[in-house]
């Protein structure tokens, strides 16, 4: 279990713990899939704790800004990036290999940069809202549920390249890393408030709509989609922290 959460940290985020691998095979990473949501609980941790400190010392509006760069740099704006390619991808191509072919190049489009526009805004003006609020859970379960929302869309879906990063993933995945990644955020949901279950309707609905949409646009399911999964999820979760009475 340690080696799987070393392997999800070191996956996801930049930060290293001490006995994390060099050198991952498809069955570590696979099996890393289990602690992806334990590896956002301590992102989430990192991120409302910061806000709660800051709180009353700060302006909102400055620190929502500053907790979502924190946000980007944990996470190398690994899934951000998956968001502009598949935006790119989505919408610059008509056909499966064209919009393969786009999301694969190193240059940002008009979409992408759209949807990291739209992504950061919606980001920053939610955590404002909340650190005004006083509202610090949804801060601290965003990143579980988005962690928990990359491995429900890898789980039986296949990949739509011959090669890439999200192939070994899918390949070795197993029903376990699922249910014990289901589980683990039931659990975080559940310490947080009896009310924070109903978290898992956003996290799914992203799940089953990028599922289909990368089915029917891409033919199957890639990393890029992975991330943006994932940051979608975890927007609709801040958006709905806040709005939430």
């Keep these: 279990m340690l080696k799987n959460f070393a392997a999800a940290m070191s996956f996801l985020t930049i930060i290293r713990v001490p006995f994390a691998r060099s050198i991952l095979g498809p069955p570590e990473l696979a099996a890393s899939f289990s602690c992806f949501p334990l590896a956002g609980l301590v992102l989430g941790l990192v991120y409302s704790g910061t806000a709660m400190l800051l709180a009353g010392h700060v302006p909102p509006f400055v620190l929502s800004v500053f907790v979502c760069a924190l946000m980007v740099v944990l996470t190398r704006g690994f899934h951000l990036d998956g ?11 008509s056909t499966p290999e064209r919009r393969l072919e786009i999301m694969k190049d190193s240059r940002v489009g008009t979409f ?20 005004s609020t006083g509202k ?4 601290l379960l965003a990143p579980v ?5 990359m491995v429900a869309a890898a789980f039986g879906s296949n990949y739509a390249r011959r090669e890439g990063l999200g192939r070994p993933f899918l390949e070795h995945m197993r029903t376990g890393h699922l249910l014990f990644a289901a589980l683990f ?3 975080a949901s559940l310490a947080a408030g009896p009310r924070q279950v109903f978290y898992f309707a956003p996290a799914l609905a992203a799940v089953v709509l990028f599922r289909y949409f990368s089915q029917r646009l891409l033919g199957g399911i890639t990393g890029d989609v992975f991330g943006a999964t994932s940051e979608t999820t975890e927007i609709l979760i801040l958006v709905l922290g806040a ?3």
Excluded: E, M, Y
């Design 83 to 93: 968001l502009a390619d598949l935006g790119d991808g989505f919408w610059g191509g």
């Design 185 to 187: 955020c039931l659990a």
């Design 112 to 131: 992408g940069v759209l949807a990291l526009v739209l992504a950061l805004a919606f980001k920053i003006a939610s955590i404002d809202s909340l650190i």
């Design 145 to 149: 549920f988005a962690r928990f929302a």
């Design 136 to 139: 610090f859970t949804p801060l």
């Design 243 to 245: 709005c939430a009475p």
